[in-house]
């Protein structure tokens, strides 16, 4: 079993701050790609930020600038520092890792469970 942890989502001010953590945990031999995505209300889901093993990254353009995703090998985490957040940012925003298990040496996506970003104006 492997689990992706979020936490660090809360209500800001517009022109405000927040840092989002996601640690993978269980059975995983390691992590290949990890991101952020985001899901507002009435809305699809979008891609925020990704990383990969390496450290290259990739925005989308309406947070480039603002976000900065990174992620601690050691500590199986990625993270996102937001600022100079928007009304518009608001959503809840999950974590997405592309995990090798242990047991099969396979692949695939997993998701956390979503945290709430709440940005008033």
């Known amino acids: 079993q492997v689990q992706l942890v979020e936490s660090g989502g809360g209500l800001v001010q517009a022109g405000g701050s927040l840092r989002l953590s996601c640690a993978a945990s269980?059975?995983?031999?390691?992590?290949?790609?990890m991101g952020w995505y985001r899901r507002a209300p009435g809305k699809q889901r979008e891609l925020v930020a990704t990383?990969?093993?390496?450290?290259?990254?990739n925005y989308a353009y309406s947070v480039k600038g603002r976000f900065t995703i990174s992620r601690d090998n050691a500590k199986n985490t990625v993270y996102l520092q937001m600022n100079s957040l928007k009304p518009e940012d608001t959503a809840v925003y999950y974590c997405?890792?592309?995990?090798?298990?242990?047991?099969?040496?396979?692949?695939?996506?997993?998701w956390g469970q979503g945290t709430q970003v709440t940005v008033s104006s």
């Open positions: 997405n890792a592309d995990i090798i298990i242990i047991t099969t040496r396979l692949s695939r996506g997993y």
């Open positions: 269980g059975s995983l031999f390691s992590i290949n790609a």
């Open positions: 990383i990969t093993s390496d450290g290259s990254t």
